[in-house]
C-alpha cells in the first residue's frame, strides 16, 4: 500500500490577471518505506504541490480535480481544517529550508520538543527521555543540557537537525523535507542528508524530499519526480532518471549541472528559451518550444507513457530515447 | 608572465569590532579576525576563485578589495597602486576600473528604477552623463544578451538570470580591469546558471578581464576558474592551480570538502571524508592547526603548534601532514 | 536616457496612478473620501467665484439671520455672511495643512535620513531630539508658542511642524537602516555613488510611499489643530475668518442662535472624515502585505 497517492491533481490560482493552472495533472505515489525526490526549477510548482498535500494552499488557490489519498484511507483534498490540522504534524510532518521556522526562538528546545507530543498520553518525564533520545540520534553534543537551550544558542546545521528530530518526533508515516539543506554547507549538506537516511530507514517512515540540487537528490532518493511547468514530465526510480531519462528535459537538466562534467569545460550547457507563460499554457507539450526533439506530434500534448518498472515519461519520443552528444 | 597582475592582495587582514567595552574586562576578545592574512594575485584574463563555507570571510575579503571595508593589516595593490590607504575620494576613480556583483541577482538591483537606467547609473556617477546614454544602454543590453525592450522594465519584472544579466551589464559598463562576483550563480537554477558562467567566460576573453569569483559551489570553481583559494575560518588552507588542486587536494580540508560534493550519480561510490564536529566560532579559534578539531587525520602536533606554510611551484598550503601531492587522484571510479 | 524611454517611464507612471485610482475607488468609504476632498478643495479653490458676499463686511442690521436665499447659512453676530466665511475659512484652514504637512514633510525626510544612514552618534543625538519634543503635549508647546510670539497662522503651522516632524522622521529613519545594508545600496557605494546621490536615487524613492500616507492621514489632525488654537484665540486673528473662530462665534452667541456652530462644524467633520477615509483607503490599496486579495 502506498503512504501517499496523488491521481490527476489539478490546482489554480485566482490572480488579477486571470486564472493560473499551477499544477496540470499531477499523478504519483511515495510506497511504503521510501524516499522519493521531487526535482524542477523555479516556477515548476514543487511549493504548491507541498502546500496542496498539506491543506496549506492560499486563499485565492483551489484544488480543480484529483485526489490525494493519504495511507489508503484519508482523502487530503476533501479534508476539513480541523482533520487536516489533526493528520499534520502527527503522522505528516514537515521540515523546512529555514529551520526557524520550525523552532519558537522564545522557547526552550526541550519545551518546544515536549509541547511537539502533547497528543501523547505519556507522562511528562518520558516525553522528556523522548526528547533526549532524538536529540542524541540526531548526533546533539550534550542532548540532557541541550534540552534548557533556546535554539538561537545552536549553529545552523544543529538547528536543522534539532528540526528534522522534531519533525521524527511522534514517528509520522510521510516527511516531506522542502529544501531542508539548501541553507547549509557542502559539509554540512552530506551529513544531514545521510542522517535523514538513517532516521527514515529507523522509523520506517517515507519521505517527500523536494530539492533542485541533483546530486542530493541521486544521493538520497530511491525514487524521483521531474517537475516541469506544474506538471510531471517523468517519473521513475532514481536509476532510470540519472542513467536513463527519457524525457528531453530531464535529460537537459542533468547535462547542465557542472558536477556532471567530468572534463573541465570552457562553455558550459544550458537550456535556451524561458518556462511558457502559465496563464496562457500552450496546448501542446508544455516543453516543445524549448525542446530540441520537436517535431510534428508535440503539437499535441503527450500522454504518460509507461516505459515498465515504474518509469514513466511524458513525451511522444519516450520509448526512443537519445544518446549523450545527441542533443548538441 | 612579466606583465604587472591587476590585483595583487598581500597579508590582508581584516577585524571586526564584536561586544561591549566590558567583555574587555572580562578578557575576551573585543574583535574577531574575519580575514587572516590572504595574499593571491589576479592577472589580465584569468580567473581566481575563493572557496570556503559560510562564515569563511570570502566575502569580507572581496568587500575589503572593492574598498568598502576597511583592511587592518596588509596591502591591496590594484594596477600597482596600493589602494588601503586611500581616502573615499581618492578610491572613486579607480571604482570605474573595479567592479562588483553581489550575491542576490534581483536584490542588487534598485527596485524603484528602470533597467535602462540602472545601466545608465555608472555612467551618471562617473560623471559622463553628458554622452548617448541611450545608445550605451543598448550596446550593453546586447552584449549581455538581452533585447532593447528590457531598457524599460523593472527589477521585479525580470527572472533571476535576466537580472543576473542586467547586473553583468552595469559591471562591464565602464570597461573594467577587474570584476569581483560573488556568488554569481547564487538563486539561479541550473539551467540558467551555465548562461550566465558562459558569459562572464566569453566577456573576460574578449575584454581581457581579471576576475576573482566568490563561491561555495566547487563543480563550478572546476569549470571557470585558473587559479583557486580554500579558506577556513578567514584563513587560505591551500592556494593553486584549479585543476591540479582538483586532480590532488594536498590540504584535508580541501580534500572533504571535494568529497563532500554530492554528484548527480545514483552508483557513485562514495569515498567520503565525513567532518566531525561544527565550524570553530571565530570568537574562540582553535590552538595549533585551526583545522585540528574536525581534522581526520589531527596528530598531537597539530593542536599544539602552527602548521608552516609549504610552499611549493604554483601551490601554497598550511598542514603539518600534507597529503602526498601526487597521489593518486580523487574521483573515484563508478562501481 | 533617452526621450523615448522616459516617455515610456512617464506613460508607466500615468498607468499606475490610474491603476491606484482605480482601486481606491472600488472601496465605498475611498470613493466617499475621495469625493468629500474633492468637495472641500473645489469649494476653497473656488471661494472668490463661490462666494455671496465679502467674508469681512460687517452689517449690523443682518445679526443672526436663519438660512435664506440671500444668506445660505445665515449670518452671525456681526452680520457676516456665513456661507462666505466658511468658503473663505476652508481656504486657510486647507492652506495651514497643506503648507504645514508640506513643510513637516521636507524636515522630517531631511532628519530621517540624516538619522537613518549617518553615523551612530547622530542618530543618537536626533532620537533624543524626537523624543524630547514628542514629549510635549500638543496644546502646551501651543501655549508656550503663542505666549512667545502671539497668536498667527504662523504659529499654528510652527507648532504642527513641530508636532508632526519626529514621527515623519522616525519613518524615514526607521526604513534608511532597513536599506542601509541592502545589496542595491551597497552596489551603488561599490560604484563610487556619493552619499548624496544614494539617499536620492536609491533610498528616498523606497522609503516615502507610507510616509506620505501617513502624512495623508495626519491632514484632519492639523485642521483640528489650526480650528483648535483658533477656537481658543491663538490661530487665526479676527476678522479674518477660519472654522474655528466660527466655530467659537457660535459657542459664544448659542442662544441667539444655533445655526453658527453647526456652519462651522459640519465643515471640519466632512474634511476630517473625507482626508481619514480617503488616508486609510490609500494605506491599504499601498500594503504590499494586503496586495492581491
Avoid at chain 3, 473656488?46 to 462666494?51: E, I, Q, S
Avoid at chain 3, 552596489?187 to 539617499?199: D, E, H, K, Y
Wanted: glycine share 8%; aromatic share 6%; net charge neutral.
Amino acid at each position: 500500500m502506498a503512504v501517499l497517492d496523488v491521481t490527476d491533481l489539478n490546482v489554480s490560482f485566482a490572480t488579477e490577471a486571470g486564472t493560473l493552472p499551477a499544477l496540470k495533472d499531477v499523478s504519483f505515489s511515495i510506497p511504503e518505506n521510501t524516499i522519493v525526490g521531487v526535482v524542477g526549477e523555479s516556477g515548476c510548482g514543487k511549493s504548491t504541490l507541498i502546500n496542496a498535500i498539506l491543506g496549506l494552499l492560499a486563499d485565492n488557490g483551489q484544488i480543480d480535480r484529483g485526489s490525494i489519498l493519504f495511507e489508503g484511507r484519508e482523502e487530503l483534498s476533501k479534508l476539513g481544517p480541523a482533520a487536516i490540522r489533526a493528520i499534520r504534524g502527527e503522522r505528516i510532518s514537515t521540515v523546512f529550508q529555514d529551520p526557524m521556522g520550525a523552532l519558537n526562538p522564545v522557547i526552550s528546545v526541550g519545551r518546544q520538543m515536549i509541547n511537539v507530543q502533547y497528543r501523547s498520553p505519556r507522562s511528562r518525564s518520558e516525553k522528556a527521555a523522548r526528547a533526549i533520545e532524538m536529540l542524541k540520534k540526531v548526533r546533539i553534543p550534550d542532548a540532557e543540557t541541550a534540552l534548557s537551550r533556546y535554539p538561537h544558542e545552536f549553529s545552523g546545521g544543529m538547528k536543522q537537525r534539532i528540526a528534522i528530530a522534531m519533525a521524527l518526533m511522534m514517528r509520522p508515516s510521510l516527511l516531506i523535507a522542502d529544501e531542508p539543506t539548501t541553507a547549509l554547507d557542502a559539509t554540512l549538506e552530506v551529513a544531514t542528508i545521510e542522517l535523514l537516511r538513517e532516521l527514515q530507514a529507523e522509523i520506517g517512515c517515507s519521505v517527500l524530499f523536494v530539492s533542485h540540487h541533483l546530486g542530493v537528490i541521486a544521493e538520497l532518493c530511491d525514487e524521483v519526480i521531474v517537475m516541469y511547468a506544474g506538471e510531471v514530465v517523468e517519473r521513475g526510480t532514481t536509476r532510470a532518471i540519472f542513467h536513463d531519462p527519457r524525457h528531453p528535459y530531464t535529460f537537459k537538466l542533468l547535462e547542465c549541472d557542472p558536477a556532471r562534467q567530468s572534463e573541465r569545460t570552457r562553455v558550459l550547457p544550458t537550456i535556451p528559451g524561458e518556462i511558457p507563460d502559465l496563464r496562457n499554457r500552450p496546448t501542446g507539450c508544455i516543453f516543445a518550444d524549448r525542446c530540441h526533439r520537436t517535431h510534428a506530434a508535440c503539437r499535441e500534448a503527450p500522454l504518460e507513457r509507461d516505459l515498465g518498472l515504474g518509469h514513466k515519461a511524458r513525451c511522444w519520443l519516450a520509448e526512443a530515447p537519445e544518446r549523450p552528444g545527441e542533443a548538441a | 608572465m612579466s606583465e604587472a597582475p591587476v590585483l595583487a592582495v598581500r597579508d590582508v587582514e581584516v577585524t571586526f569590532p564584536v561586544g561591549s567595552l566590558l567583555d574587555g574586562i572580562r578578557s575576551r576578545p573585543r574583535s574577531i579576525l574575519a580575514v587572516a592574512g590572504a595574499s593571491f594575485e589576479v592577472r589580465r584574463g584569468e580567473t581566481f576563485a575563493l572557496v570556503g563555507e559560510s562564515g569563511s570571510g570570502k566575502t569580507t575579503l572581496a568587500r575589503a578589495i572593492n574598498g568598502l571595508q576597511p583592511v587592518s593589516a596588509g596591502s591591496i595593490r590594484f594596477e600597482r597602486q596600493e589602494i588601503t590607504t586611500l581616502s573615499r575620494i581618492r578610491l572613486r576613480p579607480l571604482r570605474r576600473r573595479m567592479s562588483m556583483m553581489f550575491q542576490d541577482p534581483v536584490g542588487s538591483l534598485s527596485p524603484r528604477l528602470t533597467v535602462g537606467q540602472l545601466i545608465a547609473e555608472p555612467f551618471r556617477i562617473h560623471g559622463r552623463g553628458s554622452r548617448d546614454l541611450g545608445s550605451e544602454v543598448k550596446r550593453l543590453l546586447a552584449l549581455v544578451g538581452l533585447s532593447p525592450e528590457f531598457a524599460g522594465r523593472y527589477p521585479h519584472q525580470l527572472s533571476g538570470g535576466q537580472a543576473r544579466r542586467v547586473g553583468v551589464a552595469r559591471a562591464i559598463a565602464l570597461d573594467p580591469a577587474l570584476i569581483i562576483a560573488d556568488e554569481p550563480t547564487a538563486g539561479l537554477d541550473v539551467s540558467v546558471q551555465g548562461e550566465v558562467l558562459n558569459l562572464l567566460g566569453e566577456l573576460r576573453t574578449r575584454l581581457g578581464l581579471a576576475m576573482v569569483i566568490i563561491t561555495h559551489n566547487l563543480h563550478v570553481v572546476h569549470h571557470i576558474a585558473d587559479r583557486m583559494a580554500v579558506m577556513y575560518l578567514g584563513r587560505f588552507v591551500e592556494t593553486g592551480e584549479t585543476e591540479a588542486i582538483f586532480t590532488a587536494p594536498a590540504h584535508p580540508y580541501t580534500k572533504a570538502l571535494l568529497s563532500a560534493n554530492p554528484e548527480p550519480n545514483p552508483d557513485k561510490a562514495r569515498n567520503r571524508i565525513s567532518l566531525p564536529a561544527e565550524v570553530p566560532s571565530l570568537l574562540a579559534r582553535p590552538a595549533g592547526c585551526e583545522f585540528h578539531t574536525r581534522c581526520p587525520w589531527a596528530q598531537a602536533i597539530c593542536r599544539s603548534r602552527v602548521p608552516p606554510v609549504h610552499e611549493e611551484p604554483d601551490r601554497r598550503l598550511t598542514c603539518h601532514f600534507p597529503l602526498s601531492l601526487d597521489a593518486a587522484p580523487l574521483t573515484e571510479e563508478t562501481a | 536616457m533617452s526621450a523615448a524611454t522616459s516617455d515610456i517611464a512617464g506613460r508607466r507612471a500615468a498607468g499606475a496612478f490610474l491603476r491606484s485610482l482605480r482601486k481606491v475607488l472600488r472601496e465605498p468609504l475611498g470613493a466617499l473620501g475621495l469625493g468629500l476632498v474633492l468637495f472641500v478643495v473645489g469649494a476653497a479653490v473656488f471661494a472668490d467665484l463661490l462666494a455671496t458676499a465679502d467674508p469681512t463686511r460687517i452689517s449690523p442690521r443682518d445679526r443672526f439671520l436663519a438660512p435664506s436665499a440671500e444668506h445660505f447659512l445665515g449670518t452671525d453676530q456681526l452680520g457676516r455672511d456665513l456661507f462666505s466665511r466658511v468658503l473663505y475659512g476652508g481656504q486657510i484652514a486647507l492652506a495651514v495643512a497643506l503648507g504645514s504637512t508640506f513643510v513637516s514633510l521636507l524636515i522630517g525626510i531631511v532628519l530621517g535620513l540624516l538619522a537613518g544612514y549617518g553615523p551612530r552618534w547622530l542618530d543618537n543625538l536626533l532620537i533624543l531630539l524626537f523624543d524630547a519634543v514628542k514629549s510635549f503635549p500638543t496644546v502646551m508647546l501651543a501655549l508656550a508658542f503663542v505666549t512667545l510670539f502671539g497668536p498667527s497662522l504662523t504659529a499654528v503651522v510652527i507648532v504642527v511642524v513641530l508636532v508632526n516632524v519626529p514621527s515623519y522622521a522616525r519613518v524615514i529613519r526607521t526604513q534608511t537602516i532597513a536599506l542601509k545594508s541592502s545589496e542595491y545600496v551597497a552596489a551603488a557605494q561599490s560604484m563610487g555613488a556619493s552619499t548624496a546621490r544614494i539617499l536620492r536615487v536609491h533610498v528616498l524613492p523606497n522609503v516615502i510611499g507610507p510616509l506620505l500616507i501617513l502624512a495623508s492621514m495626519d491632514i484632519p489632525v492639523v485642521i483640528a489643530i489650526e480650528a483648535g488654537m483658533s477656537f481658543l484665540g491663538l490661530g487665526v486673528r479676527p476678522p479674518t475668518p477660519s472654522w474655528g473662530t466660527i466655530l467659537n462665534d457660535g459657542f459664544a452667541n448659542i442662544r441667539e442662535s444655533a445655526w453658527i456652530v453647526v456652519t462651522g462644524g459640519l465643515p471640519i467633520i466632512l474634511t476630517t472624515l473625507g482626508f481619514t477615509f480617503l488616508g486609510e483607503t490609500l494605506r491599504d490599496v499601498f500594503d504590499p502585505r494586503l496586495k492581491g486579495r
